[in-house]
């Protein structure tokens, strides 16, 4: 059993910058990809960054391509994401999420999400 708990979201301006962590609990962490995802109000949730299990390999949406980092400690059992330049339009509910292979479309486990408010 692993549990997610995200933190590090608040309120930001236009422009700045924001980390936010999810710390996993277990012993089995590095054996999971870790991604990213969002959820504004009255859209559907999106995918937002996936990083692999060593951390060697990473993916971004587009959205957030260029302006956002994915990483990972597993000997902190923690992943990471760097937000920088953030618009009005990345305001949202952000989930980190753990499945065990690539091609799973289910995930194992959800965090229960830390809120990002981006003004303008």
């Known amino acids: 059993q692993v549990q997610l708990v995200e933190s590090g979201g608040g309120l930001v301006q236009a422009g700045g910058s924001l980390r936010l962590s999810c710390a996993a609990s277990g012993r089995t962490f590095s054996n999971y990809i870790m991604d990213w995802f969002r959820q504004a109000p009255g859209k559907e949730r999106e995918f937002v960054a996936a990083?692999?299990?060593?951390?060697?390999?990473?993916y971004y949406a587009d959205s957030v391509k260029g302006r956002f980092t994915i990483s990972r400690d597993n000997a902190k059992n923690t992943v990471y994401l760097q937000m920088n330049s953030l618009k009005p339009e990345d305001t949202a509910v952000y989930y980190c999420?753990?499945?065990?292979?690539?091609?799973?479309?289910?995930?194992?486990?959800w965090g229960q999400g830390t809120q990002v408010t981006v003004s303008s």
């Open positions: 990083i692999s299990r060593t951390g060697g390999n990473t």
């Open positions: 999420a753990a499945r065990r292979s690539w091609g799973d479309t289910e995930y194992d486990y």
